[in-house]
């Protein structure tokens, strides 16, 4: 790995980070807070909310098998995957791989950065090659992006490819493990400690049932979450979402039932949809969902709509032609998707 200092924009190396009231008071003694110019009425929202989120990042450390000072907490993950751009991809200059296809946003936000992003196509199995992605890479290659297991396809990339790319590549390996508690192989962070140069991003958004709260992590070593520290918005997880957070890390096994319900489902409903007529492929899968190659998806996402159902049509992204992508919803849910397309006139 190249040195963090070579890694990092040198505007944002350089960088003196905003100082709130709350950075620059820490006791606990203090009973009369006169210095942030809040309101003292409305309590709990009158007071700024902690900027580094330490309760919610010691109660989530153990449960993640990680140290509080290797966490970065944002406004979802997508927070995390815009400051991977800000803080280490100078606009115009460098650039960052990716595989190809997965989730939209690591391109959106390298667009909106003015960084160019330099996606790989996946193999027929939606596996990476090692090779071709570091044949992609450049003097001027800040990170490449990974997603295990990957969205739209839900397969997981195969441990060792990953390994060997987070080895051999000089820059930052981001992994995307938003949907890791619906698979049947360990997290990446197992190695975190091993691997100053790789960062691991997971949510609340997917197995915890928070999307709304919006709540995502970053993993890395303790110098890459300083750096994002220090160019994050001071105060950018709120007051409620960092009680919320609370909330379910302590009733977590509600977690834990929901992965088995949904994972039970899933079984279920993959067996169904391999039975109907207008199914040509479903993949395999190790997330929430699972894609589904069809006989005509666009006419059958249609179809659907028209009955109140949505799915995702994937058609138009690489590899993916006819694709349709299923998310595992309750029992009933599953069983009226399943309903409707039985009844899908067949001509
Ligand atoms: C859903 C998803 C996320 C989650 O984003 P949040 O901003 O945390 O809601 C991240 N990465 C991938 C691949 C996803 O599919």
Redesign the pocket.
Known sequence: MKSLQELVRPNIWELEPYSSARDEYKGVDATVFLDANENPYNSPVNRYPDPLQWEVKEMLAPVKGVRPEQIFLG?????A?DLIYRCFCVPGVDNVVAMSP??G?YKVCADINDVEYRPVQVDQNFQISVEKMLAATDEKTKAIFL?SP??PTGNRLNNKDVYTLIQQFQGIIVL?E??IDFSSEPSFLAVLDKCPNLVV?Q????AWGC?GM???LAMADPKIIEIFNKVKYPYNVNLLTQEKAKEIITARFDVDRWIRMILEERGRLMASFATLPITKIVYPTDANFFLARMTDAPAIYNYLVGKGIIVRNRSKITLCDNCLRITIGTKAENTALLAALRNYPSK
């Open positions: 406004n979802g993950s997508d927070e995957i997965t989730y946003m997603c990957n969205n995307d938003a949907y991003l949510t609340f958004s997917k999307a919006r709540l995502g």
